[in-house]
């Protein structure tokens, strides 16, 4: 099975703290994701990374970055956390869509991240 | 660019009964759709998809989808409904890209 892994279930930082969370896959997949989830407003992407080093900007970049150094591992940076931004955070990852249209681009979440700033 | 509606932010249904979720869609080109499955304090679990393939999609736990391009709808269904399935549940949209967009999500009640 593919396990996406997020480091830090709950965790609880004061605002202007600068903030890591941390997500591996086991499935070499090339796709990672950051999404951000809110009541009523769904599943917002954040970045996503289709390659090591490579990243690129969702719908809600604002205020936060992005590392992916090796290809299991895929970080989300608040630099300067604010209570906005109090949410939970999905990771997720993905094999690169081909075009065996079978493969269809399944994309496997993390158990997700409770990220509290006070 | 694609879009998703789900009609219908919460749905009541009592064990045994059918169940219905909404999922309208949005793109120009042949859409991949899925729906996603979350149980409260975990991450999003896949329940079906759609590939272009058969367009009635059926999934894990008695679940199916019609992809219906004529009516651009995607529902998911269940012809009875277990307490089990209280959750929350997303449609999703991808087009050729490998980003998906997701509805705003129904919470499912299950009632004894």
């Known amino acids: 099975d593919v396990k996406v892994t997020q480091s830090s279930r709950y965790l609880v930082k004061r605002t202007g703290e600068k903030v890591f969370l941390e997500c591996v896959q086991d499935?070499?997949?090339?796709?990672m994701f950051w999404y951000r989830q809110d009541p009523g407003l769904g599943l917002r992407l954040i970045y996503f990374?289709?390659?090591?080093?490579?990243?690129e900007k969702g719908d809600i970049p604002e205020g936060y970055s992005v590392s992916r150094e090796k290809k299991e591992r895929f970080s989300l940076i608040l630099e300067s956390a604010s209570t906005n931004q109090t949410s939970m955070y999905l990771c997720a990852s993905s094999f690169t869509l081909v075009a065996d249209s079978d493969s269809g681009n399944t994309i496997y979440f993390g158990e997700g991240s409770w990220l509290t700033v006070v | 660019a694609q879009s998703v509606t789900q009609l219908g932010s919460h749905v009541s249904v009592s064990e045994g009964a059918l169940v219905l979720l909404r999922c309208n869609y949005s793109?120009?080109?042949?859409?991949?759709l899925f729906w996603y499955v979350q149980y409260p304090n975990q991450g999003l679990q896949l329940l079906l998809k759609y590939t272009s393939a058969a367009t009635l999609v059926k999934g894990i736990n008695g679940f199916e989808a019609e992809f219906k391009k004529s009516e651009t709808s995607f529902h998911l269904t269940k012809p009875s409904a277990h307490m089990s399935d209280a959750a929350e549940y997303f449609c999703a949209v991808s087009a050729y890209t490998d980003k998906l967009i997701f509805g705003t999500g129904t919470r499912l009640q299950v009632f004894p």
């Open positions: 499935m070499d997949h090339e796709n």
């Open positions: 990374s289709y390659d090591v080093k490579m990243k």
């Open positions: 793109s120009s080109v042949p859409p991949y």
